[in-house]
């Protein structure tokens, strides 16, 4: 009896929650129409609408970037890439977000994207301190940003881009008014054989001997994990080939693995996690993928806790059987994590406000 009462509370919250959810009306695009919305809806947008241009750091990068700024925008936006992506890779999201009357700011990191690599071959994933990646957001934020709206500005962060995110909320705490991490690279996934800290171990010692070398002993170049069914990204076979299609239409995207300093660099910042968590005053919202493979779902857990009344809800909120890119995901994923991030992003009685 009394299990039946709990499956029956259990029952009414999850509806109640998807109900308050669904209120929100969050409208994208479905798989089975995208690839005809593309052509008529999202491709006229960019073209229209998105701005692209290019800024140059202290040290010379010139690094790309596009912004787009609806009438009518509520907040704006600032969108951390994860590794290997772009801005072009996200149309549709800027397209769902503007919809939405959300101003969309991405900068193309260093290294990837339509920004220049940072080493000869352009195909290894490099770089020789990750605090660069967090002074370039922070520069994009000042010259650009800043200069094109001055509406409350929020943090939309994808994967590595998670890492540098949790930089900028401990650099500039009163910079953002609320965060939200997906699949964010608390610590990377970099099991070797036993645990997965083994990779790190192992980038320490390589760093100083072969910092360009691709990490993992074996070269990595673009493509990797080309099959569909050998993705470990997303469950969204359409989104899945329209990624690759637009890398395989502009090889300029293309990028393959890392290198052992970019992993170096990658575990060096996951060693002071714990000490940043605890630095942190913005209320952040966590998404997990149940399915994951690149990053560590535990490290989440953890920074989680670190966070103290800041990890909206007291917990991550973990998509069972997601992959990696929840926002590329099957729309049974994608749509859901969308509410929820529309729902904190504009709740105004959200975690620490």
Same mark, same amino acid.
């Given at each position: 009896?009394?299990?039946?009462?709990?499956?029956?509370?259990?029952?009414?919250?999850?509806?109640?929650?998807?109900?308050?959810?669904?209120?929100?009306?969050?409208?994208?695009?479905?798989?089975? *129409?995208? $690839?005809?919305?593309?052509?008529?809806?999202?491709?006229?947008?960019? &073209?229209?609408? =998105?701005? #692209?241009?290019? @800024?140059?750091?202290?040290?010379?990068?010139?690094?790309?970037?596009?912004?787009?700024?609806?009438?009518?925008?509520?907040?704006?936006?600032?969108?951390?890439?994860?590794?290997?992506?772009?801005?072009?890779?996200?149309?549709?999201?800027?397209?769902?977000?503007?919809?939405?009357?959300?101003?969309?700011?991405?900068?193309?990191?260093?290294?990837?994207?339509?920004?220049?690599r940072e080493l000869e071959d352009p195909h290894k994933g490099h770089i020789t301190d990750f605090a660069l990646y967090r002074q370039d957001q922070q520069q994009f934020i000042a010259e650009v940003v800043k200069t094109q709206t001055h509406l409350p500005l929020n943090?939309?962060?994808?994967?590595?881009?998670? *890492?540098? $995110?949790?930089?900028?909320?401990?650099?500039?705490?009163?910079?953002? &008014?609320?965060? =939200?991490? #997906?699949?964010? @690279?608390?610590?990377?996934?970099?099991?070797?054989?036993?645990?997965?800290?083994?990779?790190?171990?192992?980038?320490?010692?390589?760093?100083?001997?072969?910092?360009?070398?691709?990490?993992?002993?074996?070269?990595?170049?673009?493509?990797?994990?080309?099959?569909?069914?050998?993705?470990?990204?997303?469950?969204?076979?359409?989104?899945?080939?329209?990624?690759?299609?637009?890398?395989?239409?502009?090889?300029?995207?293309?990028?393959?693995?890392?290198?052992?300093?970019?992993?170096?660099?990658?575990?060096?910042?996951?060693?002071?996690?714990?000490?940043?968590?605890?630095?942190?005053?913005?209320?952040?919202?966590?998404?997990?993928?149940?399915?994951?493979?690149?990053?560590?779902?535990?490290?989440?857990?953890?920074?989680?806790?670190?966070?103290?009344?800041?990890?909206?809800?007291?917990?991550?909120?973990?998509?069972?059987?997601?992959?990696?890119?929840?926002?590329?995901?099957?729309?049974?994923?994608?749509?859901l994590a969308l509410q929820k991030i529309m729902a904190f992003l504009a709740d105004d009685k959200a975690v620490g406000h």
């Amino acid at each position: 009896m009394q299990k039946m009462m709990r499956t029956r509370r259990l029952t009414r919250t999850l509806i109640t929650q998807a109900l308050s959810v669904t209120a929100l009306n969050v409208s994208a695009v479905p798989e089975t *129409a995208l $690839a005809t919305r593309y052509a008529s809806d999202i491709l006229p947008f960019w &073209q229209q609408q =998105v701005k #692209t241009g290019s @800024m140059t750091t202290p040290d010379g990068t010139k690094l790309a970037y596009a912004y787009v700024v609806p009438s009518q925008a509520k907040y704006a936006l600032l969108l951390v890439q994860g590794r290997t992506e772009a801005y072009l890779k996200y149309q549709e999201l800027f397209f769902d977000l503007a919809a939405q009357g959300v101003a969309v700011f991405s900068l193309d990191h260093r290294g990837q994207g339509l920004s220049p690599r940072e080493l000869e071959d352009p195909h290894k994933g490099h770089i020789t301190d990750f605090a660069l990646y967090r002074q370039d957001q922070q520069q994009f934020i000042a010259e650009v940003v800043k200069t094109q709206t001055h509406l409350p500005l929020n943090l939309l962060a994808h994967s590595m881009g998670g *890492a540098i $995110a949790v930089q900028l909320l401990t650099q500039q705490p009163a910079l953002f &008014q609320r965060a =939200v991490l #997906t699949s964010p @690279m608390i610590a990377p996934n970099a099991k070797v054989a036993f645990s997965e800290q083994d990779g790190c171990y192992l980038a320490t010692a390589f760093d100083w001997t072969c910092p360009d070398c691709y990490a993992g002993f074996v070269a990595q170049p673009y493509p990797f994990a080309q099959n569909f069914a050998d993705n470990i990204l997303t469950s969204s076979q359409i989104r899945y080939q329209q990624f690759r299609d637009l890398y395989q239409q502009q090889p300029q995207l293309q990028l393959g693995g890392p290198t052992w300093a970019w992993l170096s660099q990658a575990c060096a910042v996951a060693e002071q996690m714990p000490r940043l968590a605890q630095q942190i005053k913005t209320p952040v919202l966590m998404l997990q993928s149940g399915a994951e493979q690149a990053v560590s779902n535990s490290a989440q857990q953890q920074f989680c806790q670190e966070l103290g009344s800041q990890c909206a809800g007291g917990k991550v909120e973990t998509f069972a059987g997601a992959k990696h890119e929840l926002l590329f995901e099957a729309d049974t994923h994608r749509d859901l994590a969308l509410q929820k991030i529309m729902a904190f992003l504009a709740d105004d009685k959200a975690v620490g406000h």
